[in-house]
C-alpha cells in the first residue's frame, strides 16, 4: 500500500536527523527512511571532538542521541532503501524503495557521500579480509598488529590516531609531502610514537596470501620505485563521493555528482530539498550537515504550508 506524508526524509545521518526533527516538531507528518542503522557516518567515526556541546563523543552514541532527538515528535524511522523518484504531474513527489512506494509533498534528501575507493588490485579482493574505510568498526581487529592508512586529510589522521591506541603501529601513506588534516590533529600525529609517515608515495596495489592482507605495494614518487611492506590491515581514507546515482532522471547535481541548492536547500525542483554531505559545498561535516537540516526542516514547513 502507498503511504503518504508530508515530508519524506530520504538519509537518517545528521543532516536528515536534524530535518525531521524541525519538520515533525512543526507537525508535519514526517518519515525519515534509512538502507541501513540511523546514523550515517557517524557510525563510522571513532571520537568527535568538534560537535559543540560535547567535549567528545564516540560517532556511534551521538548517532544515538540524534535519533532519540529526531523521533521524539512523532517523525517515523523506517527501513528503506530508495532506489528513486518520480514527480507527477500534480507536483507530489513518489518515492520508490526497493520494496515499497511513498507518496509525499516534499522531499528531503540527505543520502550523504560514501568512502572513494582506491580502485587498485587487491582493494575488492580483501575488502573486509583485511581492508577497511571504517576505523572504528574493524580497529579492534588489529589489536597487536601493524595496519596502513592510506590519505593525509582530517579523517586519515583522525582514524589513524584512533588506530595507534588499537593496534601496535600505523604507518600513514601519503602522496604529498606534506599532511591536509587540521594543524591539532597534525601535531598530535607527529607526536605520536606509533604513527610513522611515507611521504610522496601511492599505494597502487594490496597483496595477501589468498586468506587475508600481508602487505601493500608503495610505489615512491621521488625515486620511482615500488617496494611491498608489510602489513596486516589497510584502512583507506582518499575522500568522497556522492550518494546521488538514484537521483539522476531529476537532473539536480552538478557534474561530479553532487546536488545544487539554493540558501534555503531547495533544489531547482519545488519541494526537492538536499543537506548535508550529499550537496555541493565546501565543508562536509556534522555541523554543516545539522545546520543544512535546520534550514531545510523549517524551509519545507513553509513549503507544505502554502499547499494547503
Ligand atoms: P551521512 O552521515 O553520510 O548519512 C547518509 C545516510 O543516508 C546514511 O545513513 C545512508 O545509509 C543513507 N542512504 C544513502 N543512500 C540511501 C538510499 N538510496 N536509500 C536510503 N538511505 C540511503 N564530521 C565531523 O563533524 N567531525 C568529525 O570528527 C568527523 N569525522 C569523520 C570521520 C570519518 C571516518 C568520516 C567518514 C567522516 C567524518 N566526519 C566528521 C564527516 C561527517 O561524518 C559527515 O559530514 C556527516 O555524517 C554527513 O552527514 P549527512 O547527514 O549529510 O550524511
Known sequence: MTKQYD????????????????????????????????????????????????????????????YRSATQFGAEYQYGNVVGVEVDAQGLKHIVTDNDEF????VIIATGSQPRKLGIPGEEA???????YCAVCDGAFYRQKQVTVVGGGNSAIEEGLYLANVTDGVQVVHRRDQLRAEQLLQERAFDNERMRFTWHS?????????????????????????RTVPTDGVFIYVGAEPMTAMFKNLNITDDAGWILTDEQMQTTIPGIYAIGDVRQKQLRQITTAVGDGGIAGQAVFNYVAQLK
Not at 210 to 223: A, H, I, L, N
Request: proline share 3%.
Open 103 to 106: 507518496v509525499t509533498a516534499a
Open 126 to 132: 580483501y575488502s573486509g579480509r583485511g581492508v577497511s
Open 202 to 226: 601511492q599505494v597502487t596495489a594490496i597483496v595477501g596470501d589468498e586468506r587475508k592482507v600481508t602487505g601493500v605495494q608503495v610505489y615512491d614518487r621521488q625515486t620511482d620505485q615500488t
Open 7 to 66: 515530508v519524506v526524509v530520504i538519509g537518517a545521518g545528521p543532516g536528515g536527523l536534524t530535518a525531521a526533527l524541525y519538520a515533525s516538531r512543526a507537525n508535519l507528518k514526517v518519515a525519515i527512511l534509512d538502507r541501513g542503522i540511523y546514523g550515517g557516518q557517524m557510525n563510522n567515526t571513532a571520537e568527535i571532538e568538534n560537535y559543540p556541546g560535547f567535549e567528545g563523543i564516540m560517532g556511534p552514541d551521538l548517532a544515538e542521541k540524534m
